[in-house]
């Protein structure tokens, strides 16, 4: 909201930088059509891992973690949960699918905020509801000190900043004075800054940030985790979120730091996008690849059942033949016999 009150007054100039970004973005756009229009049996598997990484990754930013080897139940399966952490994993990939199935129907309102904070919580008293007293961003520090970052907006103030927000963003979009991006990553900054919620205002803001990507015609999110991109780049999100945020009360605040931080996760999950549909050759290649990643993030002994769980829609025999094939490279040692043996990276 802050930062769009400065954009009311026009952007005089656009960092280079940005305008970089701006230009790489539209081109991707362009081409998305042509590699959306690959094989849908291809797609499906980059759609599966991204919906995987993307509901671990927005919570593990938050310091909220699974084992790694109920990952695919967690997501997936319909088996008991085990504690709050896997209830919130799976919440997560609820409010996901209904942003991947509905899409842009989906409109940007403070009834769509509730639902996806609401949905993304699960059974929390407050699930869908603002917070109802002040809550500051608080950073520990080295031997259990502790300082404000940033003061957010007041409790009683959070329901007049978010309807100013709302509003803000339907504006700028309909009298295009902005680039759409720049809007996107502008609501994004004043979403955190206001902080809405007393908590999982983070992972709103991430799936936010997808739902708006799809309602500009960018779908790059579907199919490439922006949240797994946005935790291997964790460092630089909280240092460009604290840069931006600097004196964001006083409207005197430099947003470009950030705006720049997410466009370049766009441009990074385009040009991953773009790498992998490039080196799909077939369905079994996709799966293959999938195969891979899930023994890389694994721990160093492992079952076939640990991979099963981690790769659904693979079969068991596709999963064998990528395993005794990385046997004979010498990557994987088979520890034992029978169908519960365990396996070792050996690279």
């Not at 959306?36 to 927005?58: C, D, F, G, W, Y």
């Not at 310091?63 to 008991?80: M, P």
């Not at 309102?109 to 961003?137: C, M, P, Q």
């Not at 981690?310 to 068991?316: D, E, I, K, M």
Request: proline letters at 3%; hydrophobic letters at 35%; glycine letters at 6%.
């Amino acid at each position: 909201m802050k930062t769009f009150q400065q954009f009311e007054k026009a952007i005089k100039n656009i960092p280079t930088t940005t305008s970089w970004y701006l230009a790489d973005l539209g081109e991707a756009r362009g081409k998305q059509e042509l590699f959306t229009k690959q094989s849908p049996q291809k797609l499906k598997v980059l759609r599966e891992h991204a919906l995987i990484e993307s509901a671990v990754s927005s919570n593990r930013i938050e310091g909220v973690t699974v084992n790694q080897k109920r990952v695919g139940t967690v997501v997936f399966g319909k088996r008991h949960l085990k504690d709050r952490n896997e209830e919130e994993v799976r919440c997560y990939r609820t409010a996901l699918d209904w942003i991947h199935r509905e899409g842009i129907k989906i409109p940007i309102s403070e009834k769509t905020i509730f639902k996806l904070h609401e949905i993304s919580r699960g059974e929390i008293w407050d699930a869908g509801k603002y917070k109802e007293k002040n809550v500051d961003i608080i950073e520990k520090l080295p031997g259990g000190r502790e300082r404000i970052r940033f003061k957010t907006v007041e409790a009683s103030k959070t329901p007049a900043f978010m309807k100013h927000l709302i509003e803000s963003w339907q504006d700028t979009l309909k009298e295009k004075n902005v680039h759409p991006l720049i809007a996107l990553a502008a609501f994004n900054l004043d979403f955190l800054c206001v902080h809405p919620f007393r908590d999982g205002n983070g992972r709103v803001s991430r799936l936010l940030l997808l739902l708006q990507c799809y309602s500009l015609g960018y779908e790059v999110g579907r199919y490439i985790s922006l949240e797994r991109l946005i935790e291997q780049n964790k460092e630089r999100y909280y240092e460009t979120l604290e840069q931006s945020s600097h004196r964001w009360h006083d409207g005197k605040h430099d947003p470009w730091p950030y705006i720049n931080y997410l466009l370049y996760i766009l441009k990074i999950a385009y040009q991953e996008f773009e790498s992998r549909v490039g080196q799909m050759k077939s369905p079994r290649g996709a799966k293959t690849e999938l195969v891979e990643a899930a023994i890389a993030s694994l721990n160093k002994e492992f079952a076939i059942s640990d991979l099963e769980k981690a790769c659904p829609g693979v079969s068991r025999d596709m999963i064998r033949i990528v395993m005794n094939r990385l046997r004979k490279e010498g990557r994987l040692k088979i520890l034992g016999r029978g169908r519960d043996a365990k396996w070792a990276k050996l690279k």
